[in-house]
């Protein structure tokens, strides 16, 4: 299947290269979806869930001019500001963003940088980032990209209880992908997180444009926080041999204010809980920066402020999906206690297109100070579901599905908080699993084993 899957992408992407370039077969558009629905075989539920069957591939145009701006996004930086980025064709476009509380009057405005990069034979366009602010919570702000083109708004989190997260990992860009983006974004929320496969690209860069523009609607109107995947590396020996040189240039994220020496790991605070991005693909030995930085970060935060600590990574530390298996093992191996003894409270990781929820853990066996580790690669990618898992179900796993959908994480209070799993079935979302947990934080029988340490911040560098 996964030499079938390779196929049709590769074929995908050769169209989609003859019609990027050859405007008199745009016609070509149309034959798409019939050529991949007539091509991939669908994916069949097994048991009581009749699923629906596969869909195919999304490319999405570009239908601007080329000195407006397309894959916008936006992302949390620091102390009341954000990043907007996004793309141009026309390199003579300024690295500004005009911004305001009202449609079409802009008081504020903010000049960034701007960068671009070469794989092989493409060259990428204009990457603009610029960091706005400081901004108002729970304000809607509109903002134009480059002073021209058309008007974007988004709206800043708020810092009061509650706040609400949509999480989903292994997005890509297929039908289900449109569905899943559909449901996140029928319901509010605050901020979203990806644990990592964004674009599923795969060296084949044009992708990395069509996925910037089909996020571009929900991307540009509320935070989008992600960490890195194995789809994001691109590593090809001798040319690109340190790999994410696209995921680098266009999804930037705030490592510098956390401490981090790398943008494939980070951290971050939003109402009360402070968010940790870590990187599979990596180095996270204990010889390694990246697990320095993690016991620094981890020894900083204090619960008195931000009393949920919730991780993000890719590939899964617990699985029972035969997918994947033991892929997460040596990072788990290596980082596993120092998330156990500041009493992490949820762990999220992508890899496996499947849903699993796993009772709190610590070194394979239940423990109530252990965090509760949640697998959610199910976003829509065009590798499709991982259908088979261990049996009998481990006693740790909860609940296990193999379907596309997402998750939303509700933090109600320093206490208390709800998990939802929704599950796309045909045009509507169904909630399939969900749970209300409390915080370890919060827990006289979990104190935390590390020193906590108080480092004044402030200004553009909090988070």
């Given at each position: ?6 196929i ?16 008199t077969?745009?016609?070509l558009l149309?034959l798409?979806?019939?050529f ?10 097994a ?5 629906q ?5 999304i490319?999405?145009p570009?239908?601007?001019p080329q ?8 992302s ?12 141009t ?8 963003v ?6 079409g ?9 701007h ?6 034979f ?18 809607t ?26 999480i ?13 983006l559909?449901h996140?974004?029928?319901t ?6 990806l ?7 795969d ?31 691109e ?5 690109y041999?340190?790999?994410?040189k696209?995921?680098?240039s ?14 494939l790991?980070?951290?971050f ?5 402070h ?8 180095d ?11 016991a ?11 009393p ?8 899964p ?17 290596a980082?596993?206690e ?62 296990r599905?193999?379907?596309?959908g ?5 933090i109600?209070?320093?206490?208390h ?11 509507f ?20 084993k ?5 480092e ?7 988070l």
């Amino acid at each position: 299947m996964q030499h079938i899957a390779f196929i049709h992408t590769s074929l995908l992407f050769i169209l989609f290269i003859l019609v990027s370039y050859t405007p008199t077969m745009s016609k070509l558009l149309f034959l798409l979806p019939l050529f991949f629905f007539l091509f991939l075989r669908p994916h069949h539920a097994a048991e009581d869930f009749v699923r629906q069957p596969a869909r195919p591939l999304i490319l999405t145009p570009h239908n601007r001019p080329q000195s407006h701006p397309q894959q916008v996004h936006v992302s949390l930086v620091g102390n009341n500001y954000m990043k907007v980025s996004w793309v141009t064709d026309e390199s003579g476009v300024p690295s500004t963003v005009d911004y305001g509380k009202r449609p079409g009057i802009y008081d504020s405005s903010a000049t960034g940088e701007h960068t671009s990069y070469r794989y092989f034979f493409y060259t990428s366009g204009k990457i603009h980032h610029v960091t706005i602010g400081p901004l108002d919570p729970a304000t809607t702000y509109y903002y134009r990209c480059g002073g021209s083109g058309p008007e974007f708004n988004f709206r800043t989190p708020t810092v009061t209880y509650p706040i609400e997260f949509a999480i989903a990992g292994d997005l890509g860009q297929t039908e289900w992908t449109n569905t899943t983006l559909e449901h996140i974004n029928a319901t509010d929320y605050d901020v979203l997180l990806l644990p990592g496969d964004l674009s599923y690209a795969d060296t084949q860069q044009p992708l990395w444009d069509s996925f910037g523009r089909l996020v571009e609607p929900y991307a540009s109107r509320r935070p989008w926080m992600v960490t890195q995947g194995n789809h994001e590396q691109e590593i090809f020996p001798l040319f690109y041999p340190n790999g994410f040189k696209a995921y680098n240039s266009r999804w930037p994220m705030p490592y510098k204010e956390s401490g981090s020496k790398s943008n494939l790991y980070y951290s971050f605070d939003v109402v009360g809980t402070h968010i940790i991005m870590l990187g599979s693909y990596a180095d996270f030995g204990t010889d390694s920066d990246q697990y320095k930085w993690l016991a620094n970060d981890l020894a900083k935060v204090d619960r008195s402020r931000t009393p949920w600590v919730v991780v993000l990574l890719h590939a899964p530390w617990y699985n029972s999906n035969l997918a994947h298996q033991g892929e997460g093992e040596s990072m788990r191996v290596a980082m596993e206690e120092m998330l156990y003894n500041s009493r992490v409270d949820l762990v999220f990781s992508g890899h496996v297109h499947a849903y699993e929820r796993f009772t709190r853990v610590y070194d394979n066996n239940a423990d109530p100070c252990g965090p509760i580790y949640i697998t959610i690669g199910d976003g829509g990618n065009r590798e499709g579901l991982a259908m088979l898992y261990k049996e009998p179900k481990p006693a740790i796993s909860l609940f296990r599905e193999a379907s596309f959908g997402h998750g939303r994480l509700r933090i109600m209070n320093h206490t208390h908080a709800h998990w939802s799993w929704n599950r796309n079935d045909d045009s509507f979302s169904t909630e399939a699993d969900e749970i209300w947990l409390e915080s370890l934080g919060s827990s006289p029988s979990c104190t935390p084993k590390i020193q906590q340490k108080m480092e004044p911040t402030s200004g553009k560098d909090e988070l």
